[in-house]
């Protein structure tokens, strides 16, 4: 059942960024999940005081492996733990897979938007990964904002155009500073460019929307201003943290 | 760093509840329908607005701020406060 805890072991992690890491875990007997769904995480300390944060499942399952990317929040409770400390053979709790509103299922066929902000990156990938498994034909348009280059995760893998991606727009909106080369200024990411890189209203795409709570919000704002239907629009607000866009 | 300025809605997504309530509830409400039964509006839960507030959630409708639940759990001891829930409908296997 998902609402009980259980023993994860870290099995491998690697870096995204200098503030940010993906931490492979084995979880035994793990059931399998959909692109979308989340993970609690419970910490418990030697006096036995717990702290428990929510992390997004960041790509399908490979079967008792999971994968969540962590963004480092300064004087965090759970996060620098999580990105700086938890090594190989270390174990955390966690329950899930937990959701079952912010998900897609690769036999969808309809259209679909992602806007990620920051770490609102780490489920949209998840969707990524999971289409491209599947071969699935399903269009996508990913807008994904970001502070610098630095900032970016998955970068050797998200818009390097991987078998299996054929029908999957990446645009990258810089808002602090952007790679040579770019023409775009670092800006906010646009009304005008969620239109262009998005999908017309009338093609009643579904949109997942992702990131810090202020960015979502914004970016959500500007779809039902372009015209998509409410409905469709799915959100997952991180909370303040979860690494500024 | 320092907490949020009041400009930044710091508000989570009903989503956020689908481990706190799997505590209680063995089917997953996050994605039941919802019904609020003091402003009429139709979503899903997921779309509930979730306050962290210390010691608990505080959960509110997006249609009318109601507080459609309360969750706190302290010491082994869950409160479960269902007070503005409206109607669900869920679907199950
Ligand atoms: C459904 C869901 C899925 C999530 N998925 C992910 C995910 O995949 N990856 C991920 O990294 N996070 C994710 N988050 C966010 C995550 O759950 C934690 O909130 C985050 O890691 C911070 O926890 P912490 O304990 O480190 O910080 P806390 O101890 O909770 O916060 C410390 C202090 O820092 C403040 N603060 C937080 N962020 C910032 C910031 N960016 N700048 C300045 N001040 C800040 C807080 O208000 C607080 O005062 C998700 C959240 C939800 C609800
Ligand atoms: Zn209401």
Redesign the pocket.
């Known amino acids: 059942m998902a609402g009980r805890w259980r023993a994860a072991t870290v099995a491998a992690h690697r870096p995204e960024t200098p503030t940010?890491r993906t931490l492979v875990l084995r979880v035994p007997d793990w059931p399998g999940h959909l692109a979308g769904q989340?993970v609690d995480v419970r910490l418990t300390a030697e006096d036995g005081y717990t702290?428990q944060?929510?992390?997004?499942l960041?790509a399908p399952a490979v079967g008792d492996l999971i994968e969540?990317?962590?963004?480092?929040?300064?004087?965090?409770?759970?996060?620098?733990y999580?990105v700086e400390v938890a090594d190989v053979g270390d174990q955390i709790e966690i329950r899930g897979p937990?959701?079952g509103w912010?998900v897609w299922r690769p036999d969808d066929p309809a259209p679909v938007v992602l806007v990620a902000g920051g770490?609102?990156i780490?489920?949209l990938m998840s969707m990524v990964r999971t289409r491209r498994m599947a071969r699935a034909k399903a269009l996508f348009r990913l807008l994904y904002s970001l502070r610098s280059p630095a900032e970016r995760y998955y970068s050797t893998e998200l818009g390097s155009h991987q078998a299996g991606d054929g029908g999957l727009d990446v645009f990258l909106a810089y808002t602090r500073e952007a790679p040579e080369g770019v023409t775009r200024p670092p800006q906010r990411l646009a009304l005008s460019e969620i239109n262009t890189h998005g999908l017309p209203p009338d093609s009643a795409p579904t949109c997942f929307v992702c990131g810090?709570t202020g960015f979502v919000e914004s970016a959500a704002n500007a779809l039902v201003a372009l015209g998509h239907d409410p409905r469709r629009i799915k959100t997952?607000?991180?909370?303040?943290?979860?690494?500024?866009p | 760093?320092?907490?949020?300025s009041v400009s930044e809605p710091?508000h989570?997504?009903g989503?956020?509840l689908?481990g706190p309530l799997s505590e209680v509830f063995r089917v997953d409400l996050t994605g039941a329908t919802r019904r609020c039964a003091v402003c009429g509006i139709t979503g899903a839960f997921a779309e509930l607005r979730v306050y962290a507030e210390c010691p608990g959630l505080v959960v509110r409708c997006p249609g009318c701020d109601t507080v459609v639940l309360r969750l706190v759990h302290e010491g082994g001891v869950l409160w479960l406060d269902l007070g503005g829930t409206g109607c669900l409908r869920l679907r199950v296997k």
């Open positions: 940010a989340h702290a944060r929510s992390y997004s960041a969540v990317t962590v963004q480092r929040v300064p004087d965090g409770e759970v996060s620098p999580l937990l959701g912010f770490a609102g780490v489920p810090p997952e607000r991180f909370g303040p943290s979860g690494g500024r | 760093m320092t907490t949020p710091s989570l997504d989503n956020a689908a």
